[in-house]
């Protein structure tokens, strides 16, 4: 089992900055894909950005490269999404997910999610 969880969601005026975290723990949390998703009221969950098991290359949605920017710290066991210039929409409800490697992100473990407003 992998528990995730998320934080540094918050309001932000367009333009601005947060950083989203996700702390990962149990078994063998280090040997996984992560990804971030993000879910608009409304609309279908979708893939923002993805950080790939162990080579470390990355996944960006349209939408946010040039943005957004993920990381991982694996001896924290820790995730984070760097995002940068926030449009308003960007407003949603950030999830952290945890895959096993070669599974095309299906998200086999889920954090609680961290909302995101950004104000225009």
């Known amino acids: 089992q992998v528990q995730l969880v998320e934080s540094g969601g918050g309001l932000v005026q367009a333009g601005g900055s947060l950083r989203l975290s996700c702390a990962a723990s149990g078994r063998t949390s280090s040997s996984y894909d992560m990804g971030w998703f993000r879910q608009a009221p409304g609309k279908e969950r979708e893939l923002v950005a993805a950080?790939?098991?162990?080579?470390?290359?990355?996944f960006y949605a349209d939408s946010v490269k040039g943005r957004f920017t993920i990381s991982r710290d694996n001896a924290k066991n820790t995730v984070y999404l760097q995002m940068n210039r926030l449009k308003s929409e960007d407003t949603a409800v950030y999830y952290c997910?945890?895959?096993?490697?070669?599974?095309?992100?299906?998200?086999?473990?889920w954090g609680q999610g961290t909302q995101v407003t950004v104000s225009s």
């Open positions: 950080i790939i098991w162990p080579a470390g290359s990355t």
């Open positions: 997910a945890a895959s096993r490697p070669g599974t095309s992100l299906r998200g086999d473990y």
